[in-house]
């Protein structure tokens, strides 16, 4: 308890995070899904056959749950695998799972590119349409009255919102859509008509794509009820742009809309931010949902690190789900529990902010400057995203101001950058994305010129050292903002230090130290000195180079 409570503070004090303290599970007032009811929605999950042997697992999906959705167990290469053989069982053991608990199914899918037999796919256009009509003559047939809705067509969409250039499109042309939802309904009256795909969750092309095609689906007069979004996301892209307002222009245009497949990955190892930034995500999307009257539910793609599809379909990711792999809830537990339960009920974003206008521009930093957003209750703060380049490129979150300034530090010299701003409250909801500004770095030569004089001195007796570090700018440009970055040969640890920010990954021998506000403005020949307090076993050698703002320092 003391090293954690030491940890803690040495973290505090060194402005990172050396250890991860989770949050204790939520008062329980009730499951996920007593809530979700409460608040007119259902709270889902997907299962798949081979997990429902394991008892306590189970035993979750049957109180936490009041909607299942077949991992597997429904898409075509499960349930006809030879063409006109039929195998319902492990759809069916799922089907009376859910009746046993009272629990809605969601059937998934009919249609898909992927999970699809190569029988399906080498047939030509009219014995494709044959084979598409009878499979779904059959399965939409065979689960007539037991399921709530059924993802007709899955993923059809490429990113920039085309249609995708699956089999079927090639085969049967773009009316395929159309067809599988009229042979749907033709098969069953009743169950509700779903079109699925992902990063559609957000305003973007893809999502325009989505909502073009539904209108064209529904200007033909096509039998479709409900709109899906995956909402498959992860802590290192920015949460999907406006979701609550793009869940509703689907839902304005006489649709259901639901979020089928919620999960929300990271790159491992976890660390208290990224548990953090899952927290918020979870908490948005089930408040983005909450906030559209035809948003019927949430269902998740499963709830437990311990059967997870996350690693093997993106390696190096993972922890993405509710609980971990003991079934103990997480803090992203907690919060959907809370939203569900009430949260503040403010569900109004802050106004967008204005586009960021940069100014003190060097060769590896700028300061971001935009037109402040309000809100109903208070903006509590600003994400920064930033993509490289002058196009393409993927944005990711740099910064976390407090105010509508931000200095961005690190850059390469002669670069191209692209920002945009978003704000955000305490719940959080967050604004619309500002406009995005382009903005390129100096040429370098300037800022990146350094000297670095280190000296440790040993304490007698103890493994501590105290060490010190002069940073001279040798360049004829002053340096305006700075990280310095070395490597420990031989084990050692900073374990305090000061006139900047340092960190020091556990398990790593990385360590940066960032200027504070007060000496981020290096002169052309001036210095400025900064140390440490730090740890060793056996020898204390220096460090083997120092680079300032990713330059090599001499
Ligand atoms: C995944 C399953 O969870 C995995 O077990 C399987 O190996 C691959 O498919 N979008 C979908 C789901 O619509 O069907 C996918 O499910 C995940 C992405």
Same mark, same amino acid.
């Given at each position: 308890?003391?090293?954690?409570?030491?940890? !803690?503070?040495?973290?505090?004090?060194? =402005?990172?995070?050396? &250890?991860?303290?989770?949050?204790?599970?939520?008062?329980?007032?009730?499951?996920?899904?007593?809530?979700?009811?409460?608040?007119?929605?259902?709270?889902?999950?997907?299962?798949?056959?081979?997990?429902? !042997?394991?008892?306590?697992?189970?035993?979750?999906?049957?109180?936490?749950?009041?909607?299942?959705?077949?991992?597997?167990?429904?898409?075509?290469?499960?349930? #006809?695998?030879? $063409?006109?053989?039929?195998?319902?069982?492990?759809?069916?053991?799922?089907?009376?799972?859910?009746?046993?608990?009272?629990?809605? %199914?969601?059937?998934?899918?009919?249609?898909?590119?992927?999970?699809?037999?190569?029988?399906?796919?080498?047939?030509?256009?009219?014995?494709?349409?044959?084979?598409?009509?009878?499979?779904?003559?059959?399965?939409?047939?065979?689960?007539?009255?037991?399921?709530?809705?059924?993802?007709?067509?899955?993923? $059809?969409?490429? #990113?920039?919102?085309?249609? @995708?250039?699956?089999?079927?499109?090639?085969?049967?042309?773009?009316?395929?859509?159309?067809?599988?939802?009229?042979?749907?309904?033709?098969?069953?009256?009743?169950?509700?008509?779903?079109?699925?795909?992902?990063?559609?969750?957000?305003?973007?092309?893809?999502?325009?794509?989505?909502?073009?095609?539904?209108?064209?689906?529904?200007?033909?007069?096509?039998?479709?009820? =409900?709109?899906?979004?995956?909402?498959?996301?992860?802590?290192?892209?920015?949460?999907?742009?406006?979701?609550?307002?793009?869940?509703?222009?689907?839902?304005?245009?006489?649709?259901?809309?639901?979020?089928? #497949?919620?999960?929300?990955?990271?790159?491992?190892?976890?660390?208290?931010?990224?548990?953090?930034?899952?927290?918020?995500?979870?908490?948005?999307?089930?408040?983005? &949902?909450?906030?559209?009257? @035809?948003?019927?539910?949430?269902?998740?793609?499963?709830?437990?690190? +311990?059967?997870?599809?996350?690693?093997?379909?993106?390696?190096? #990711? *993972?922890?993405?789900?509710?609980?971990?792999?003991?079934?103990?809830?997480?803090?992203?537990?907690?919060?959907?529990?809370?939203?569900?339960?009430?949260?503040?009920?403010?569900?109004?974003?802050?106004?967008?902010?204005?586009?960021?206008?940069?100014?003190?521009?060097?060769?590896?930093?700028?300061?971001?400057?935009?037109?402040?957003?309000?809100?109903?209750?208070?903006?509590?703060?600003?994400?920064?995203? +930033?993509?490289?380049?002058?196009?393409?490129?993927?944005?990711?979150?740099?910064?976390? $101001?407090?105010?509508?300034?931000?200095?961005?530090?690190?850059?390469?010299?002669?670069?191209?950058? +692209?920002?945009?701003?978003?704000?955000?409250?305490?719940? $959080?909801?967050?604004?619309?994305?500002?406009? !995005?500004?382009?903005?390129?770095?100096?040429?370098?030569?300037?800022? *990146?010129?350094?000297?670095?004089?280190?000296?440790?001195?040993?304490?007698?007796?103890?493994?501590?050292?105290?060490?010190? %570090?002069?940073?001279?700018?040798?360049?004829?440009?002053?340096?305006?903002?700075?990280?310095?970055?070395?490597?420990?040969?031989?084990?050692?640890?900073?374990?305090?230090?000061?006139?900047?920010?340092?960190?020091?990954?556990?398990?790593?021998?990385?360590?940066?130290?960032?200027?504070?506000?007060?000496?981020?403005?290096?002169?052309?020949?001036?210095?400025?000195?900064?140390?440490?307090?730090?740890?060793?076993?056996?020898?204390?050698?220096?460090?083997? *180079?120092?680079?300032?703002?990713?330059? %090599?320092?001499?």
């Amino acid at each position: 308890m003391r090293r954690k409570l030491l940890a !803690t503070l040495l973290g505090g004090l060194l =402005g990172v995070s050396v &250890c991860v303290v989770v949050a204790a599970p939520a008062q329980a007032s009730g499951t996920l899904q007593q809530h979700a009811a409460a608040r007119g929605k259902f709270f889902g999950n997907a299962v798949d056959s081979g997990e429902l !042997t394991d008892a306590p697992y189970r035993a979750i999906v049957a109180s936490e749950f009041g909607q299942l959705t077949p991992g597997n167990a429904m898409k075509w290469d499960a349930i #006809e695998p030879q $063409p006109g053989q039929f195998n319902y069982a492990r759809g069916d053991e799922i089907v009376n799972l859910a009746r046993a608990n009272g629990q809605s %199914v969601r059937g998934h899918t009919l249609l898909w590119h992927s999970q699809t037999p190569g029988w399906v796919q080498n047939l030509d256009g009219a014995a494709m349409r044959a084979a598409m009509q009878n499979h779904i003559t059959n399965v939409v047939g065979h689960y007539r009255g037991q399921l709530y809705a059924w993802d007709v067509v899955n993923e $059809p969409l490429n #990113e920039d919102g085309t249609l @995708r250039s699956s089999f079927w499109l090639q085969r049967l042309g773009p009316g395929y859509i159309a067809e599988a939802f009229r042979a749907a309904r033709a098969a069953d009256p009743n169950v509700k008509l779903y079109i699925n795909d992902y990063n559609t969750d957000g305003f973007g092309a893809k999502s325009d794509g989505m909502f073009a095609l539904v209108q064209s689906l529904l200007q033909q007069g096509v039998p479709i009820d =409900g709109v899906g979004f995956q909402s498959h996301l992860a802590v290192q892209y920015g949460f999907p742009s406006g979701m609550q307002q793009n869940l509703q222009r689907f839902a304005n245009l006489g649709l259901d809309v639901a979020i089928t #497949e919620l999960d929300v990955r990271m790159p491992l190892p976890a660390d208290s931010n990224k548990i953090a930034t899952q927290n918020t995500y979870y908490r948005n999307v089930t408040s983005a &949902c909450l906030a559209v009257t @035809r948003c019927v539910g949430i269902t998740v793609w499963g709830f437990t690190d +311990r059967y997870s599809w996350i690693p093997g379909a993106f390696p190096g #990711e *993972g922890s993405a789900h509710l609980s971990d792999v003991n079934l103990q809830r997480k803090p992203a537990y907690t919060a959907v529990h809370d939203a569900l339960a009430g949260g503040t009920g403010d569900t109004t974003p802050p106004t967008q902010p204005g586009t960021p206008a940069a100014s003190a521009v060097t060769s590896s930093s700028l300061t971001l400057n935009w037109a402040a957003s309000t809100d109903n209750v208070a903006v509590t703060g600003y994400e920064v995203y +930033r993509a490289p380049g002058a196009s393409g490129g993927t944005f990711t979150r740099v910064g976390t $101001p407090t105010t509508n300034s931000f200095a961005d530090t690190g850059l390469s010299a002669a670069s191209t950058y +692209r920002y945009y701003v978003r704000a955000r409250d305490a719940v $959080p909801n967050f604004s619309a994305n500002s406009g !995005t500004v382009s903005v390129t770095t100096l040429p370098g030569g300037g800022g *990146g010129s350094c000297r670095v004089v280190y000296s440790a001195s040993n304490w007698g007796g103890a493994n501590g050292f105290t060490a010190s %570090v002069t940073i001279t700018n040798t360049g004829s440009s002053a340096v305006n903002g700075w990280t310095l970055r070395f490597a420990f040969t031989a084990g050692q640890r900073v374990t305090d230090g000061w006139s900047a920010s340092w960190s020091q990954p556990s398990g790593s021998a990385n360590v940066s130290a960032t200027n504070l506000s007060w000496n981020a403005v290096i002169a052309p020949g001036a210095s400025v000195g900064i140390g440490f307090n730090g740890s060793h076993t056996g020898s204390n050698p220096a460090p083997a *180079g120092f680079t300032l703002n990713n330059a %090599v320092c001499s």
